[in-house]
């Protein structure tokens, strides 16, 4: 995250920018390209890892929550087991934090 927010703000200085780098008015370094394209990639393999392994966390965790958590099924094209596994992805996606990512 520091090495993208700063990427982000050396790029933004007019010493790293056109006519030093490139030929029109907005062009920078390339570098500060490939490093917000590898920030990106990251995070979101990072993201879609933690979405993936979130049905191990414990079923303590999601009892507090009524509105996505009751114990029906609602729908009968899902199993028990795939009925818990997406109450707890979708519990992990709601959480403030989770969101922001």
């Known amino acids: ?6 990427a982000m703000i050396v790029s933004s200085m007019p010493k ?21 394209t590898a920030s990106v990639m990251f995070f979101t393999i990072e993201y879609i890892v933690r979405v993936a392994c979130c049905s191990a ?3 303590v ?6 509105f996505l958590f009751t114990q029906e099924i609602p729908w009968s094209c899902f199993t028990e087991s ?8 979708c519990y992990f996606v709601s959480k403030p934090m989770n969101i922001i990512d």
């Open 82 to 89: 795939q009925w818990v596994h997406l109450r707890k992805i």
């Open 57 to 59: 966390m414990s079923e």
């Open 61 to 66: 965790y999601i009892t507090g929550s009524p």
């Open 16 to 36: 790293f920018r056109y006519p030093n780098y490139g030929d029109e008015e907005n062009d920078t370094s390339s570098t500060f390209d490939h490093i917000e």
């Open 1 to 6: 995250v520091c090495l993208s927010c700063a």
